[in-house]
Nanobody, 118 residues
Framework: QVQFVESGGGLVQPGGSLRLSCAASGIIFSLNAMGWYRQAPGKQRELVGV???????TYADSVKGRFTISRDNAKNTVYLQMNSLKPEDTAVYYC????????????WGQGTQVTVSS
């Protein structure tokens, strides 16, 4: 059974930083590109960025230069380092295996809430 468990969210002031983690199970983690997605209130879920099997990354324009995705295949875990956070980054953040940026599995985790506010 595929499972994603996100953690690390919280309340942070504008300009602050957070590091999110996502532990995956039920997939051959090292063979999958992994994506981070987010959903703000009243909006559709959107792609934040992807890390491929080799460690190359791509990002949405809105987070480029501020967010960094990394992975630890030994721990089946993908990370999202978020710096210079803005109020518009407020959302629930999710991970999923990704194919061309498209999430591969219908089973999403509970997500982790990130709130950027003073």
């Amino acid at each position: 059974q595929v499972q994603f468990v996100e953690s690390g969210g919280g309340l942070v002031q504008p300009g602050g930083s957070l590091r999110l983690s996502c532990a995956a199970s039920g997939i051959i983690f090292s063979l999958n590109a992994m994506g981070w997605y987010r959903q703000a209130p009243g909006k559709q879920r959107e792609l934040v960025g992807v890390i491929n099997r080799g460690g190359s990354t791509t990002y949405a324009d809105s987070v480029k230069g501020r967010f960094t995705i990394s992975r630890d295949n030994a721990k089946n875990t993908v990370y999202l380092q978020m710096n210079s956070l803005k109020p518009e980054d407020t959302a629930v953040y999710y991970c999923n295996a990704a194919g061309g940026g498209v999430p591969l599995f219908d089973s999403w985790g509970q997500g982790t809430q990130v709130t950027v506010s003073s």
